[in-house]
């Protein structure tokens, strides 16, 4: 099992930058994956990025690229989201999920345990 708290979340304006953190804690040692998703009211769990255990597998949203990184301290347990560049249509809840195995990681269906989400608003 696999428990996940999100932070770094606020209110921004585009253009501006954001790192978001998902602390997990883990009852045994086993490797996961963790993935960022976001959601808008009204609007479906979109996927945003995607680290493997070891960083050596990552993956982005088309509409992310090049302005979002992901990276993880597997030390401090900590999975990072930098948010750089950020536009008003980066608004939403974004969540941060994980599991032991995923393939390829983009649909939230493959996720067994979720954060509860950290608001961000940019505005124009």
């Known amino acids: 099992q696999v428990q996940l708290v999100e932070s770094g979340g606020g209110l921004v304006q585009a253009g501006d930058s954001l790192r978001l953190s998902c602390a997990a804690s883990?009852?045994?040692?086993?490797?996961?994956?963790v993935g960022w998703f976001r959601q808008s009211p009204g609007k479906e769990r979109d996927f945003v990025a995607f680290?493997?255990?070891?960083?050596?597998?990552?993956l982005y949203a088309d509409s992310v690229k090049g302005r979002f990184t992901i990276s993880r301290d597997n030390a401090k347990n900590t999975v990072y989201l930098q948010m750089n560049s950020l536009k008003p249509e980066d608004t939403a809840v974004y969540y941060c999920?994980?599991?032991?195995?995923?393939?390829?990681?983009?649909?939230?269906?493959?996720?067994?345990?979720w954060g509860q989400g950290t608001q961000v608003t940019v505005s124009s």
């Open positions: 999920a994980a599991d032991y195995r995923v393939f390829p990681g983009r649909e939230s269906s493959e996720y067994m345990y």
């Open positions: 883990t009852r045994t040692f086993r490797p996961y994956v």
């Open positions: 680290i493997s255990w070891n960083g050596g597998r990552i």
